[in-house]
């Protein structure tokens, strides 16, 4: 990472589908934006690299890498800081271990992944995986508020070139059910930190004989800081859990449980566990100490379970006696049996959820049919959100895409904030007793009895970072004169202290009456009204519900949320751009290796490079980078003009062919501009270059399709591999290099 902290734009090395196409897209970055003196680095930040930087004295010095993540965290505390940052795993456990164990296979002595650590050396080794896994990089990098919202020109084509929408009636039986009470919205309490109260504090757990142990120490909290504690009963989610699953089967719908794992990667695992244990219950309470004997933890999901048990015959006829009487399964994969309870990982609400939403609230069971589902989400912070669309869905019919407005949105995120945060301060209860806040001048501030097994967690949300999201919202909402609503529930705690802040900040700028607050519900109804109506909304929101909702209403809108515009101001000056909320697509590399077809659509890097090019043009007065940021702009129109986006069918046009398209685009609009005549006359003999070998490029690239491939690994693959086969044209390759 020392070498790239000089670079004038960082390109993340990430993972999965997009660093796939990265191979190809790259390159042609590089030879582009070269004519400006721009200089392209290549920060890895990827789960294998991730897990490599983590053990170096595990190593030899040929494999050894630096940790990018951090050193790329500090860059973008600068005003230096220019990154286009791609999509990454945010690895489960089962995610984790099969890197893992591919590293190792590959020469990589890394130690295993210690499920219950005993000595001090193996809870070392945990506790530097655990810091890997989930969502180890956003909260690292998103030093800003986040600007999210669809690129005009997608928004137009969307428009023009309306994606399948399901059909949707009242009489659907799909619905969404959660916890009645005692979840994490039960429980919440929340407070602001004053002057007298900052300081370092810390998480305690108070047994029932009086005996305390710190759970968190050294935690700072700043006056000005939003600091939450909540927690959900164990005991109350089984409960909850066996009777989701009951009321489904007499429903006849299917059973699905929508989380995120990933992100929330310790809260999360835990009730996706609770989840496996209620579906297999009688499983679990007939041969509950074999499974021990096992190695089976419900928090891996019932692919591993049934790994570990298919030997034993007896477990699985047992297995499937439960599962012959319960509900249909929502499926991941019906043709492979893989199920929603497989990996913590497969199924992510804000993925899952709008997939449901736009196939007329209709999920996939095992034999691959199509039918209504129960939308299990067990807390309600933020299940109204997709009750209340479901409803309006039921009401009113499918979203017209060809008329419909757009709902941006402006997120809380910077430093941490709010849930996605909060995994170094949540914990599972180890016994009954009491958990409490312990501030720097003793102060109890919040304090919750628990019994053995409850999940508790605290969020906090600094000062700067909410007066900047106030700010931006005010920016964009000028900017727009767009409907703006602040998604904030007086009636949960965490909200309340956050209108406290957002009340006098918009009274203060005499702005109050172009803004409305309203609970997630309400505020979900609203902007579904007026986007039905043809008009826009913005949607100014927390952490989760930015990212909730940026796949929501894209996927709706546009059919995928891989296309939108993200834009993170940091707040000491440098730009974040994000190339949409399409994650890391494991089902496209799954084509590739079967088909060699990438059906991944590049159009996030497209939008966030035109960009990143115009703020560099801006911090560094490079004029010739705003040239080229302009000129990507209008390749990007060109690929929704003309339809070069990729297919999703083996022989059709894929990933690679929608760069050559953009290069080309990019060039002739950067031969065809007057603002800069040097660039000009460079590029009109690339540009002639490549429309002379269009028959031959595109030759090229569908000659090599319907054929498996070989990366040389899958979470870490082999560079020289990955090139042959992302870069197959030896016409492009030479106009390239």
Same mark, same amino acid.
Request: glycine share 8%; proline share 4%.
């Given at each position: 990472?020392?070498?790239?902290?000089?670079?004038?734009?960082?390109?993340?090395?990430?993972?999965?589908?997009?660093?796939?196409?990265?191979?190809?897209?790259?390159?042609?970055?590089?030879?582009?934006?070269?004519?400006?003196?721009?200089?392209? &680095? !290549?920060?890895?930040?990827?789960?294998?690299?991730?897990?490599?930087?983590?053990?170096?004295?595990?190593?030899?010095?040929?494999?050894?890498?630096?940790?990018?993540?951090?050193?790329?965290?500090?860059?973008?505390?600068?005003?230096?800081?220019?990154?286009?940052?791609?999509?990454?795993?945010?690895?489960?456990?089962?995610?984790?271990?099969?890197?893992?164990?591919?590293?190792?296979?590959?020469?990589?002595?890394?130690?295993?992944?210690?499920?219950?650590?005993? !000595?001090?050396?193996?809870?070392?080794?945990?506790?530097?995986?655990?810091?890997?896994?989930?969502?180890?990089?956003?909260?690292?990098?998103?030093?800003?508020?986040?600007?999210?919202?669809?690129?005009?020109?997608?928004?137009?084509?969307?428009?023009?070139?309306?994606?399948?929408? &399901?059909? /949707?009636?009242?009489?659907?039986?799909?619905?969404?059910?959660?916890?009645?009470?005692?979840?994490?919205?039960?429980?919440?309490?929340?407070?602001?930190?004053?002057?007298?109260?900052?300081?370092?504090?810390?998480?305690?757990?108070?047994?029932? #004989?009086?005996?305390?142990?710190?759970?968190?120490? *050294?935690?700072?909290?700043?006056?000005?800081?939003?600091?939450?504690?909540?927690?959900?009963?164990?005991?109350?989610?089984?409960?909850?859990?066996?009777? *989701?699953?009951?009321?489904?089967?007499?429903?006849?719908?299917?059973?699905?449980?929508?989380?995120?794992?990933?992100?929330?990667?310790?809260?999360?695992?835990?009730?996706?566990?609770?989840?496996?244990?209620? /579906?297999?219950?009688?499983?679990?309470?007939?041969?509950?100490?074999?499974?021990?004997?096992?190695?089976?933890?419900?928090?891996?999901?019932?692919?591993?379970?049934?790994?570990?048990?298919?030997?034993?015959?007896?477990?699985?006829?047992?297995?499937?006696?439960?599962?012959?009487?319960?509900?249909?399964?929502?499926?991941?994969?019906? #043709?492979?049996?893989?199920?929603?309870?497989?990996?913590?990982?497969?199924?992510?609400?804000?993925?899952?959820?709008?997939?449901?939403?736009?196939?007329?609230?209709?999920?996939?069971? &095992? *034999?691959?049919?199509?039918?209504?589902?129960?939308?299990?989400?067990?807390?309600?912070?933020?299940?109204?959100?997709?009750?209340?669309?479901?409803?309006?869905?039921?009401?009113?019919?499918?979203?017209?895409?060809?008329?419909?407005?757009?709902?941006?949105?402006?997120?809380?995120?910077?430093?941490?904030?709010?849930?996605?945060?909060?995994?170094?301060?949540?914990?599972?209860?180890? *016994?009954?007793?009491?958990?409490?806040?312990?501030?720097?001048?003793?102060?109890?501030?919040?304090?919750?009895?628990?019994?053995?097994?409850?999940?508790?967690?605290?969020?906090?949300?600094?000062?700067?970072?909410?007066?900047?999201?106030?700010?931006?919202?005010?920016?964009?909402?000028?900017?727009?004169?767009?409907?703006?609503?602040?998604?904030?529930?007086?009636?949960?705690?965490?909200?309340?202290?956050?209108?406290?802040?957002?009340?006098?900040?918009?009274?203060?700028?005499?702005?109050?009456?172009?803004?409305?607050?309203?609970?997630?519900?309400?505020?979900?109804?609203?902007?579904?009204?007026?986007? !039905?109506?043809?008009?826009?909304?913005?949607?100014?929101?927390?952490?989760?519900?930015?990212?909730?909702?940026?796949?929501?209403?894209?996927?709706?809108?546009?059919?995928?949320?891989?296309?939108?515009?993200?834009?993170?101001?940091?707040?000491?000056?440098?730009?974040?751009?994000?190339?949409?909320?399409?994650?890391?697509?494991?089902?496209?590399?799954?084509?590739?290796?079967?088909?060699?077809?990438?059906?991944? #659509?590049?159009?996030?890097?497209?939008?966030?490079?035109?960009?990143?090019?115009?703020?560099?043009?801006?911090?560094?007065?490079?004029?010739?980078?705003?040239?080229?940021?302009?000129?990507?702009?209008?390749?990007?129109?060109?690929?929704?003009?003309?339809?070069?986006?990729?297919?999703?069918?083996?022989?059709?046009?894929?990933?690679?062919?929608?760069?050559?398209?953009?290069?080309?685009?990019?060039?002739?609009?950067?031969?065809?501009?007057?603002?800069?005549?040097?660039?000009?006359?460079?590029? @009109?003999?690339?540009?002639?270059?490549?429309?002379?070998?269009?028959?031959?490029?595109?030759?090229?690239?569908? @000659?090599?399709?319907?054929?498996?491939?070989?990366?040389? &690994?899958?979470?870490?693959?082999?560079?020289?591999?990955?090139?042959?086969?992302?870069?197959?044209?030896?016409?492009?390759?030479?106009?390239?290099?």
């Amino acid at each position: 990472m020392v070498e790239n902290s000089t670079q004038d734009l960082l390109y993340t090395i990430v993972d999965e589908a997009p660093e796939l196409a990265s191979a190809s897209f790259l390159p042609i970055i590089r030879k582009f934006v070269s004519s400006a003196g721009i200089t392209v &680095g !290549t920060p890895d930040i990827s789960l294998a690299a991730r897990i490599i930087s983590a053990f170096p004295e595990s190593l030899t010095d040929e494999q050894r890498q630096s940790n990018d993540l951090a050193a790329l965290g500090e860059l973008v505390k600068t005003p230096a800081a220019n990154v286009i940052k791609l999509p990454n795993i945010s690895a489960s456990v089962p995610q984790l271990v099969a890197a893992v164990e591919e590293l190792q296979a590959q020469g990589y002595a890394l130690p295993d992944y210690p499920e219950e650590p005993q !000595t001090d050396a193996e809870k070392d080794v945990r506790a530097r995986y655990d810091a890997i896994k989930g969502s180890a990089v956003n909260p690292v990098l998103r030093e800003g508020n986040s600007d999210r919202r669809a690129a005009r020109a997608v928004k137009n084509y969307a428009q023009k070139n309306p994606h399948s929408m &399901g059909a /949707w009636d009242a009489s659907s039986q799909t619905k969404v059910s959660s916890m009645p009470g005692n979840d994490f919205y039960a429980n919440e309490v929340s407070a602001t930190i004053t002057a007298a109260q900052a300081g370092v504090a810390k998480i305690e757990f108070v047994g029932k #004989d009086g005996a305390v142990t710190v759970l968190k120490g *050294a935690w700072p909290l700043d006056e000005g800081t939003v600091a939450d504690a909540t927690f959900m009963s164990a005991r109350a989610l089984s409960a909850f859990l066996a009777e *989701a699953i009951e009321d489904t089967k007499k429903d006849g719908t299917m059973f699905s449980l929508h989380m995120k794992a990933t992100m929330m990667k310790v809260s999360d695992p835990i009730i996706f566990g609770h989840a496996v244990k209620a /579906w297999l219950a009688p499983v679990f309470e007939q041969f509950g100490d074999k499974l021990d004997a096992l190695g089976v933890n419900p928090n891996s999901g019932m692919g591993d379970l049934l790994d570990r048990v298919k030997d034993d015959a007896e477990i699985m006829a047992a297995i499937e006696a439960v599962t012959a009487d319960r509900p249909a399964m929502y499926m991941v994969d019906s #043709d492979k049996g893989i199920t929603n309870l497989h990996v913590p990982s497969d199924v992510i609400i804000d993925a899952s959820m709008p997939a449901v939403i736009r196939a007329g609230g209709k999920g996939w069971d &095992g *034999a691959g049919k199509k039918g209504d589902t129960n939308c299990v989400i067990p807390d309600r912070c933020y299940s109204t959100v997709y009750d209340e669309t479901i409803n309006f869905f039921k009401a009113n019919g499918a979203l017209d895409v060809t008329t419909a407005g757009a709902v941006a949105n402006v997120g809380l995120m910077a430093q941490k904030a709010e849930e996605y945060g909060s995994h170094p301060t949540t914990f599972e209860a180890p *016994a009954d007793g009491t958990i409490r806040i312990v501030l720097a001048n003793g102060e109890t501030l919040h304090s919750h009895d628990v019994e053995g097994g409850d999940i508790w967690r605290s969020c906090t949300v600094k000062k700067a970072p909410i007066e900047n999201w106030i700010q931006l919202a005010m920016d964009r909402q000028r900017l727009t004169g767009s409907e703006a609503i602040f998604w904030l529930d007086a009636n949960r705690a965490h909200d309340a202290q956050l209108i406290a802040y957002v009340k006098p900040a918009l009274e203060s700028a005499g702005v109050a009456d172009k803004f409305q607050i309203m609970a997630p519900r309400e505020a979900t109804a609203q902007s579904l009204k007026t986007i !039905t109506a043809g008009n826009d909304s913005i949607a100014i929101t927390g952490n989760v519900l930015r990212d909730y909702l940026t796949d929501l209403f894209p996927i709706l809108e546009l059919g995928t949320s891989a296309k939108m515009l993200s834009i993170v101001k940091l707040m000491q000056g440098g730009g974040l751009f994000e190339t949409g909320a399409g994650g890391s697509a494991p089902k496209h590399v799954q084509q590739l290796v079967e088909e060699n077809h990438l059906r991944w #659509d590049s159009m996030g890097e497209f939008c966030a490079l035109g960009e990143s090019l115009n703020f560099l043009a801006d911090a560094q007065g490079n004029a010739k980078a705003g040239v080229l940021g302009n000129a990507a702009e209008v390749a990007t129109q060109g690929i929704l003009d003309h339809n070069r986006s990729p297919s999703r069918k083996v022989g059709e046009p894929d990933n690679r062919d929608s760069h050559y398209w953009f290069a080309r685009y990019w060039a002739e609009a950067l031969a065809a501009q007057s603002d800069d005549a040097d660039l000009a006359a460079e590029f @009109a003999g690339v540009a002639k270059a490549l429309a002379d070998g269009e028959e031959a490029i595109l030759a090229e690239l569908a @000659a090599v399709q319907g054929q498996p491939v070989d990366l040389g &690994g899958y979470y870490h693959t082999d560079a020289a591999k990955t090139a042959k086969v992302m870069r197959p044209s030896a016409t492009l390759n030479a106009i390239i290099d």
